[in-house]
């Protein structure tokens, strides 16, 4: 196989899957979820992220695939943040002690704002939206 046929065929696969990528981004049917059709009005449903009962009192879930830690400082309070670390990029593991612990170098951010509580990370968590809808949380 030439050069040019290679790269055709690297091209036509590469387009099939940003394709495949952005179907996958577009929205659902446009109905709400919510039989009341009282959600946020974001333009479309969206994503469970978690349900209560998954994100501990002091605790928290890191949400693969969405980009997102949340965390329950206090009973009934729920924080969202990114769960990449600005350090050097590395998605957060876990949520431990009451802190959010990247484990490429183990920087440590507060479950409640997301600021660093020991580095090498000088910068925070960014946060993110979220709302609870009964017991979902999904990006608000």
């Known amino acids: 196989m030439g050069a040019v046929a290679r790269r055709t065929v690297v091209s036509a696969a590469g387009g099939a899957g940003l394709a495949a990528v952005l179907a996958a981004c577009g929205g659902g049917t446009g109905e ?9 009005g974001g333009g479309g449903e ?22 997102v830690v949340i965390t329950q400082p206090k009973q009934g309070e729920f924080k969202a943040f990114s769960s990449t670390c600005p350090h050097a990029g590395c998605t957060v593991g876990r949520v431990e002690a009451g802190a959010i612990v990247c484990p490429c170098h183990q920087s440590r951010f507060d479950l409640s704002d997301g600021s660093v509580t020991s580095g090498p990370a000088k910068e925070p968590l960014p946060p993110m939206p979220i709302q609870v809808l009964g017991e979902e949380i999904s990006f608000g």
Do not use: F, Y
Request: glycine letters at 22%.
């Open 32 to 40: 709400p979820r919510d039989p009341d059709g009282k959600e946020d």
């Open 46 to 67: 969206s994503a469970v992220l978690a349900t209560i009962g998954e994100v501990p009192v002091g605790g928290g879930k890191v949400v693969a695939g969405h980009g």
